[in-house]
């Protein structure tokens, strides 16, 4: 079993900056890829970012190309996910998840609970 908990969301202004945590905790063996995913109001889950647990390969929809990064701390054992340029449009509750590599959630067999980011414009 894998335990994720996330951190850092909140409310700010558009073309603001958060970095979302996610703390890792319990049997890892076999995880291959750690990803954000968000749920807007009306909206499915959708795919953020996610990174290889090894090789730290990462992978980005297009929607957050060159404003979001994500990172993996293997020693704190904490994934991370740096947002900048902020826009309304990234209002979610953003999920953390392991899983195997892909950009699909139904990839992904353990979840936090979700932390809201909410964007004013």
């Known amino acids: 079993q894998v335990q994720l908990v996330e951190s850092g969301g909140g409310l700010l202004q558009a073309g603001g900056s958060l970095r979302l945590s996610c703390a890792i905790s319990?049997?890892?063996?076999?995880?291959?890829?750690m990803g954000w995913f968000r749920q807007g109001p009306g909206k499915e889950r959708e795919f953020v970012a996610r990174?290889?647990?090894?090789?730290?390969?990462?992978y980005y929809a297009d929607s957050v190309k060159g404003r979001f990064t994500i990172s993996l701390d293997n020693a704190r054992n904490t994934l991370y996910l740096q947002m900048n340029s902020l826009k309304p449009e990234d209002t979610a509750v953003y999920y953390c998840?392991?899983?195997?590599?892909?950009?699909?959630?139904?990839?992904?067999?353990?979840w936090g609970q979700g932390t809201q980011v909410t964007v004013s414009s």
């Open positions: 998840a392991a899983g195997r590599s892909s950009n699909n959630p139904s990839a992904y067999d353990y």
């Open positions: 990174i290889n647990w090894i090789a730290s390969m990462t």
């Open positions: 319990g049997r890892t063996f076999g995880i291959y890829s």
